[in-house]
C-alpha cells in the first residue's frame, strides 16, 4: 500500500498553513466561548443592567464648551463624563443640533455613535446631525466615543467587548461587560440634557429636548 506523501516544511522556516490557521482559530476561541457562554447562562439580567445604570457615580459631571450658530440652526458642544468603569473614566462628545425650525418642541433624538478617545465631530457629523434633525423636526443629540476605545490592550468594537465578556467570566465581577457601561453612558447623555441643567440665554429654548 502506498503512503500518502508527507507535507514538507517551508525552508523559510514559516509554519504550514494548517497550523497557522489551527492558531488563528485558537486565539478566537475563547472571545467566542465567552459569548456562547454568557448568552446561554443567562447571565444579562434585566434587573442586573437596571442596578449598574441607577447606582450613583460622583464623577458623572458635564460641561458646555462652546455655542457655534449655522445658516441651520445652532451646535452646543458639551464634554461629558458618563461614569468611571473599572477605574477608568469615560468621557464623551455631547453634541446637541437645533434647527431654526422645530416641528416638535418637546422631543428630542439621541444619536449614539463610536469614535476613539479624543476624537473631535467633524463637518460631515455636524452636516448628518442637521440632516437628522430636518427629517426628525426635533433636536438632535449626538453622544459620540461609545463606546470608550480603545481598551485593554488597545482592543476597539467586537475584539473589545469580546475581551469584557473573557474577564466577566474569570472574575464574575458583573459590571465587567462592555455593553452595562455602554447603556449608562446613553442614561446619562440624556441626564444631562433634563429641563433645568442648562444656562445661558437660550437656556429656555433648550430645556425642552
Known amino acids: 500500500m502506498t503512503g500518502l506523501p508527507a507535507r514538507s516544511i517551508p ?41 449598574y445604570v441607577k447606582a450613583p457615580d460622583a464623577s ?18 458639551i464634554n461629558l463624563v458618563s461614569q468611571v468603569w473599572q477605574g477608568i473614566t469615560w468621557s464623551h462628545e455631547l453634541t446637541i443640533y437645533e434647527p431654526k425650525e422645530l416641528t416638535h418642541h418637546d422631543s428630542a433624538l439621541l444619536f449614539i455613535t463610536g469614535g476613539g478617545t479624543g476624537s473631535k465631530p467633524s463637518d460631515k457629523d455636524h452636516e448628518m446631525g442637521f440632516a437628522l434633525t430636518k427629517v426628525t423636526g426635533a433636536r438632535v443629540a449626538v453622544l459620540h ?9 488597545d482592543k476597539t468594537e467586537d475584539t473589545l467587548i469580546a475581551e469584557t465578556f473573557v474577564r466577566y467570566l474569570e472574575t464574575k465581577d458583573k459590571n465587567w461587560p462592555l455593553l452595562f457601561p455602554m447603556v449608562k453612558s446613553a442614561t446619562r447623555a ?3 440634557g433634563r429641563p433645568g441643567r442648562r444656562t445661558g440665554p437660550k437656556a429656555r429654548s433648550r430645556d425642552s429636548w
Open 145 to 153: 466615543q461609545v463606546p470608550k476605545q480603545p481598551l485593554l490592550g
Open 11 to 51: 525552508e523559510t522556516g514559516e509554519a504550514p498553513v494548517s497550523t497557522r490557521s489551527f492558531r488563528y482559530l485558537r486565539s478566537l476561541y475563547l472571545p467566542l466561548a465567552a459569548l456562547l457562554i454568557a448568552s446561554s447562562c443567562g447571565w444579562l439580567a434585566a434587573a442586573e443592567l437596571e442596578d
Open 190 to 192: 440624556m441626564d444631562a
Open 60 to 77: 458623572f459631571a458635564w460641561k458646555q464648551t462652546s455655542n457655534h450658530t449655522t445658516p441651520v440652526g445652532t451646535i452646543h458642544s
